[in-house]
């Protein structure tokens, strides 16, 4: 390869009206802006609003009946315009009422199109930023431009026009995968990999024109573009997903991205800087393992051991544990480990190298890639972001005109108890979409081969938070040991053992001729010791024989005197499904044809031949997410 062009031109990070892009420059989008920044400030008065009513309503006792579908008043800004579930439109029952179904109701999707990676999330001045991969040309990859969307809440969205658009050699073939770093001043920049006119990737600066725009409308990418070429002995395809920065005890800033060398030793390169033009590569790297191919969107942050706060990449010192996670390009999966940064040497090190990263824990076992963490400053706690992606045939995606979803965006900490794995939950705004009244059941009990239907209503956008106890003598007499369970491999929910399937049924109808059942299985081994694994069996899901269909699942850490517990959050075709509080995360995607709108319904099931399980389960109906487009104009009818 090349070696890099020493650029002549300085980086220049503050506003250049000759240079300026795009509509914020024109009149018109002049005007926009003042039209935004008015609204912003409606806005946060609406919040405050919100939250007050939110306030009120917690304090309103629960009834145990949802008769009607009214929603919080917090539920979204629409305070005038209470949404909840999406419902067929009247008389249209046509043969793609099914395919319209699909659309996420409270989950991140723009109008249209094909999504993937979430790029440079960030808190703002106010707002939440998120950029992401996208083409605006068609459902499937291609031309892959930075769409921008901004939310107070994580939940209900303004789409902004794009932030960047292939428009130079080095990044015709795509904007990439990117990170934002907020510089000391203030100043906030983008490095992201360009995919070149030749199918390379380089790595590329882009800057916002004004980062005292609370909207961040206007990016630039840096002159003297691209700032890193791949280096000796690393393929010009197997170098990408730059990380946010940070700055090391030297002085010096680090970046690190994922790469592969010697054909299958997945691995992290680390780079220094002190211009961010000019990168060092360090002669180490910062971790590598074997067997794990390329390693994709390589994310490194602290994790407190005692507090369930999130970290900045600043706070370190004792009491802290670092995350290296990978996304891995062969298998699809997102990878992840802890252990300990070395911040002089720039080395990482797994706490458990039998479960180091590509070979050990996943953040999720079902559908869910190419995620990255942001620390939010403004609530002290780090996100999480990744993408759903389809399971369904291209040509399905094509007609709907759209394909994959961001998942709800999780807090990420560490399990302070187990201080083996992670910990990840819907952020509390999610609870904002809940309505006011909501479903319970309590101790309903479960007897081995029983499924008893909860009747709510439409169930199609819900939060479902249930949790079942086990006579624990039952547990520890029973001697049958089931030791190679294996979720992905047993039989699904339809294969009874001693202890267990037990869990919930949604988006099944009322025959169940389609279903997905969510479940735990506990399996004893031969010295008397059990796990406990939670598992989506997907393979009923839908009579379409052409979407794919699978049983994920992993093990979770079920501890002494805990009841086991899981929440559902259930949007039309994804359901995100959280163990023992968020140790561990499956995802499905199903595309049922005969559950679906009013025909959608809940189910508790005990297919354990030994044991009887009591459940109690809380159902909240969910609503719609707001996702407005620039400039805002509906927002602005609905409040004037
Ligand atoms: C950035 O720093 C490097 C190394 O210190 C230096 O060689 C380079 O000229 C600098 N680039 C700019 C644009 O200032
Ligand atoms: C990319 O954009 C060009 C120009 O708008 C369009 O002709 C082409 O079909 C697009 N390609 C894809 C894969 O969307
Ligand atoms: C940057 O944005 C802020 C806030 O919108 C505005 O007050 C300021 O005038 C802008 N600066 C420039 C140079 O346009
Ligand atoms: C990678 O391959 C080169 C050349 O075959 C070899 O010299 C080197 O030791 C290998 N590195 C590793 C980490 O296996
Ligand atoms: C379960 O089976 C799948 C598919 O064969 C395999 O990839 C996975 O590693 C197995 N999990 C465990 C924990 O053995
Ligand atoms: C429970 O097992 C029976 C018999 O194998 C099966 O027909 C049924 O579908 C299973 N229930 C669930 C929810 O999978």
Excluded at 402 to 422: F, G, S
Aim: proline letters at 6%.
């Amino acid at each position: 390869m090349a070696s890099p062009t020493t650029t002549t031109t300085p980086l220049i990070l503050h506003d250049d009206p000759e240079n300026r892009q795009t509509l914020a420059g024109s009149p018109a989008g002049r005007r926009r802006l003042s039209v935004a920044k008015v609204l912003s400030g409606i806005l946060v008065s609406v919040l405050v609003i919100c939250s007050l009513v939110a306030v009120i309503n917690n304090q309103t006792p629960p009834a145990a009946n949802n008769d009607g579908d009214k929603p919080s008043a917090a539920a979204s800004f629409t305070t005038q315009l209470p949404k909840t579930e999406r419902k067929q439109a009247p008389g249209k029952l046509d043969s793609n009422a099914d395919v319209e179904w699909q659309r996420s109701a409270y989950h991140f999707q723009p109008d249209k199109n094909f999504i993937s990676d979430p790029d440079g999330p960030m808190y703002h001045m106010g707002w939440y930023h998120l950029f992401y991969q996208y083409n605006p040309d068609s459902a499937i990859w291609g031309n892959i431009t930075w769409g921008h969307s901004i939310s107070k809440d994580m939940i209900n969205w303004f789409h902004l026009p794009f932030a960047m658009v292939p428009d130079h050699w080095y990044d015709i073939e795509g904007v990439m995968t990117g990170s934002a770093t907020v510089l000391p001043n203030g100043q906030i920049i983008m490095l992201y990999t360009g995919n070149a006119y030749d199918l390379s990737q380089l790595q590329c600066l882009a800057y916002a024109v004004n980062s005292s725009d609370p909207l961040l409308l206007e990016w630039k990418k840096y002159e003297g573009n691209p700032v890193l070429f791949p280096p000796p002995g690393v393929g010009f395809k197997d170098f990408r997903d730059p990380s946010t920065l940070w700055m090391g005890p030297d002085g010096e800033y680090r970046m690190v991205m994922g790469s592969k060398h010697n054909e299958t030793i997945g691995c992290a390169l680390i780079y220094h800087t002190t211009n961010f033009t000019h990168f060092e590569l360090q002669e180490e790297v910062l971790h590598a393992v074997p067997h794990t191919g390329m390693w994709e969107c390589v994310d490194l942050y602290p994790v407190s051991t005692t507090h369930t706060n999130g970290l900045d990449m600043v706070d370190n010192g004792p009491n802290v544990k670092h995350v290296l996670k990978q996304s891995g390009d062969e298998d699809r999966h997102d990878w992840y480990a802890i252990g300990t940064y070395d911040v002089v040497t720039d080395k990482w090190y797994p706490d458990d190298p039998e479960n180091d990263v590509g070979i050990g824990l996943r953040y999720d076992y079902g559908k869910f890639y190419a995620s990255k963490t942001f620390y939010d400053q403004h609530k002290q706690r780090r996100v999480l972001w990744g993408y759903v992606g389809e399971t369904d045939p291209q040509k399905y995606d094509l007609s709907k005109g759209w394909a994959n979803i961001l998942n709800i965006p999780r807090t990420i900490v560490l399990d302070t108890k187990t201080k083996a794995n992670l910990i990840q939950w819907p952020i509390e705004e999610t609870e904002k979409l809940r309505s006011k009244k909501y479903d319970e059941f309590k101790d309903v009990e479960l007897q081995p081969g029983s499924l008893i239907p909860l009747e709510i209503g439409t169930a199609t956008q819900l939060d479902i938070v249930a949790t079942f106890e086990i006579d624990e003598k039952m547990l520890e007499s029973t001697l049958e040991a089931d030791v190679l369970f294996n979720c992905t491999t047993s039989e699904g929910s339809v294969g009874r053992g001693v202890l267990g399937p037990f869990g919930v049924v949604v988006l099944a109808d009322a025959q169940r001729s389609e279903q997905l059942p969510v479940y735990f299985y506990i399996a004893k081994d031969t010295d008397g010791s059990s796990r406990t694994y939670f598992c989506a069996d997907e393979t009923r899901s839908s009579k379409d024989k052409d979407v794919g269909k699978w049983v994920y699942g992993s093990s979770v850490p079920v501890l002494q005197g805990e009841k086991y517990n899981m929440r559902l959050l259930v949007d039309h075709s994804i359901v995100e499904g959280f163990a023992q509080n968020g140790r561990t995360v499956v995802t499905s995607r199903v595309y049922p044809t005969m559950a679906i709108y009013g025909a959608a319904k809940v189910f508790l099931f005990n297919n354990a031949t030994g044991i009887s399980v009591k459940a109690s389960v809380k159902i909240w109906k969910m609503a719609e997410a707001e996702l407005d487009p620039f400039p805002f104009s509906g927002l602005l009818d609905r409040l004037v």
